[in-house]
């Protein structure tokens, strides 16, 4: 149930969240929508993969786990990372256009859900200041919301650059663990490293001009982080 009403300082003046992570907020998820606005962070942690949506367009995820609702980086509630994807960052909050009434251009409005588990009874970081300013805590959550904006605007543009220079590509994903188990992970995508090696000088420039070739190098960077994750399973394993 969703219960999401525009935020302000005069209803929600002694508004409060309850920071951290972990299962009752939703976090126990083994794959995570991750933007094009932060990759360079994300390709530090996590494995980044491309599938393709219900529509048929790609998005990226960062791979948290191995099993279903399974976040290996999850101990409690603490994320043990360097960085949380900002769909996870967000919690409560959500930013959309808004019609402000008056005859304007719809603006990007932060929302919040009041059903949220992260929303407190009494308890938890305070949204606002007792005079109405913004609180740290949601200083942060516009810095997050901000990156996920940017993001959804950039991804669909940057999908279809990837795609017109045939640079997507199935990849296999076979995992073996200590103990036996393996996994195989199909349906994911990422950039073919070869073809964007092959490039035209000029097809490499207008990547560069345009930010793309930084991201196509995260994807495939970031997949050395696989490894990683099967160190982590393997540790969860032993101690199960």
Known sequence: MINRVLLNNVDHADLRVIPGYGPRFGDNINLALVLPTEFEE????????????????????????????????????????????????????????????????????????????????????PVFLPAGGNAPYLQQVMRVLGTIYDGLDVAPQMYAAF??????????????????????LPD???????????????????????????????IISSLGNIQHLVELKNRRLATA
């Open 42 to 125: 994300v390709q530090r942690e996590y494995p980044i993969l491309l599938r393709k949506d219900q529509n048929g367009d790609y998005q990226a995820v960062a791979l948290l786990g191995l099993d279903r609702d399974e976040n290996l980086f999850l101990d409690g509630e603490t994320w043990r990372a360097r960085y949380v994807p900002a769909v996870q960052q967000r919690g409560a909050f959500s930013i959309a256009l808004q019609d402000p009434g008056d005859g304007s251009e719809p603006a990007p409005m932060i929302h919040v859900d009041l059903d949220h588990p992260r929303i407190g009874s009494g308890e938890g970081q």
């Open 163 to 184: 795609a017109a220079l045939d640079l997507i590509a199935p990849v296999e994903i076979n995992i073996a663990l200590d103990g036996g188990a393996s996994y195989d």
């Open 188 to 218: 994911f995508h990422t950039i073919d490293a070869d073809r964007l090696a092959a490039l035209s000088g000029i097809d490499l420039e207008r990547m560069h001009r345009a930010g793309l070739l930084r991201a196509a190098q995260w």
